[in-house]
């Protein structure tokens, strides 16, 4: 029998300013009307579940060491999801998820 180690999954949590960001991305590729953007959006959303099983695969914001992004899409299109990983609650703290090409954010950002 392998000695085998149990898999920490995390649980991804999605706060209220980045569920509205979501909703922003979806209508803002016109989601509602494209099947292509339909797919796209469900692949960022897959891309986001999928943290739970290894979240410090991305790297720290360029903004804080505190907070990971997840980059996701292709040039010009990619967003960034902030996020942050809780290790003693083994919870990702999805923040916001904005387009690659903003700015970079302030911290009053993720409120």
């Given at each position: 029998m392998l000695n085998s180690k149990p898999r920490m999954v995390y649980r991804v949590r999605i706060t209220t300013r980045a569920k509205r960001d979501l909703i922003g991305v979806y209508q803002?590729?016109?989601a509602q009307y494209s099947e292509a953007a339909r797919t796209w959006y469900r692949g960022l959303k897959v891309s986001i579940r999928s943290l739970r099983d290894n979240p410090?695969?991305?790297?720290?914001?360029?903004?804080?060491?505190?907070?990971?992004?997840?980059?996701?899409?292709?040039?010009?299109?990619?967003y960034r999801v902030i996020y942050r990983v809780v290790d003693t609650q083994r919870v990702v703290k999805i923040l916001h998820v904005r387009?690659?090409?903003?700015q970079q954010f302030r911290t009053a950002d993720l409120n």
């Open positions: 803002e590729i016109g410090y695969r991305c790297p720290a914001t360029p903004e804080s060491e505190d907070f990971r992004q997840l980059l996701y899409g292709n040039k010009p299109n990619i387009h690659g090409a903003r």
